[in-house]
């Protein structure tokens, strides 16, 4: 039986593979090619910094909190590290702990959404009752109950950062398997005989995939400001080096007072661009899925003005709607 050939996740978007759909998001979004870029980068970085680091990040090399010089681009911290060593071993575990505290909420969060969306009734509510009060807990102040009680650990971190996030990907994966159940392509498959684990894993998780990428890309930084905020108060093992625990031994150890802004500035520099990196690559996909939401970025940029061809006289403005080529 051929299946009936709908809409994929929103208007204008057919069905196609994964592999497709994102290439046609890098081909069309210009943000989506930038943010990548920079998540590859980081990426690669953490992958070959053991092979090209200058220096040993455990090892004094130089003066305490020496400054920027050609032998030490980034400077050095309080214990005389070589920072730029410290920051590329840093960015290692910061994005271990950031990958795998997202696959866990992706997990947990994906996995219970498309329950939810598809059975509904008492095992929706259940699980929407959960997802509620999760929500409305701050991220960080729960966070730092559960690190306090649990002990400063990398596990630790993962684990509670996972925890926090799934909600909100529940939430969003089950809205939408709502609207996919519904189309007949679906209920065909249901009349004929097929089961529940059938009609999910072959017609219900193909067409959330992309929106899972989306929200995986952007759970990903959100994860990543986590760590670096529980590392920078103290609830993280202070023996691993991370992005976080730079930062907090640089303001516990003086850098501030001793004008060593070295000491901080390198590493928030490689923390923002790599949350800005998701957040480019993320909002990217959101938007190739619902064109409506480039509605809500319209801008004076976005506004054009032509001559009234015609009787009438004067400009006529028009909305630039979209942000690449299908832009009318």
Known sequence: MSAVQEPGLTEGLSVQSHAGFLRSVLRERKAAVVGLGIIAFFVVLSVVAPLVVPYSPNAQTCAVFAPPSARHWFGCDDGGIDLLSEIMQGGRISLLIGFTATVVSMILGGGIGIVSGYFGGWVDVTFMRIVDY?????????????????????????????????????????????????????????????????????????????????????????????????????????????????????????????????????????????????????????DALNPRLKVAHLSIRRWTLRTLVGGAAGMGVRPLVGRGPDAI
Request: hydrophobic share 60%; glycine share 8%; proline share 4%.
């Open 134 to 286: 999760l929500l409305v807990i701050p991220d960080l102040a729960f966070a730092m109950v559960i690190s306090e009680v649990w002990g400063p650990s990398v596990f630790h971190v993962i684990v509670v950062i996972g925890i926090l996030e799934w909600s909100g990907t529940a939430r969003v994966i089950r809205a939408q398997v709502m609207s996919v159940k519904e189309r007949v392509y679906v209920k065909r498959a249901r009349a004929v005989g097929a089961g529940n684990g059938r009609v999910i894993f072959r017609h219900i998780l193909p067409q959330v995939g992309p929106l899972l990428i989306a929200n995986t890309v952007l759970t990903i930084a959100v994860a990543i400001y986590l760590e670096t905020a529980l590392a920078f108060l103290g609830l993280e093992d202070p023996s691993t080096t991370t992005w976080g625990t730079i930062l907090e031994h640089a303001f516990a150890r003086a850098a501030v007072s001793a004008g060593a802004w070295w000491a901080i500035v390198p590493d928030g520099i490689a923390i923002t661009l790599l949350i800005m990196g998701c957040f480019l690559f993320g909002q990217a996909i959101e």
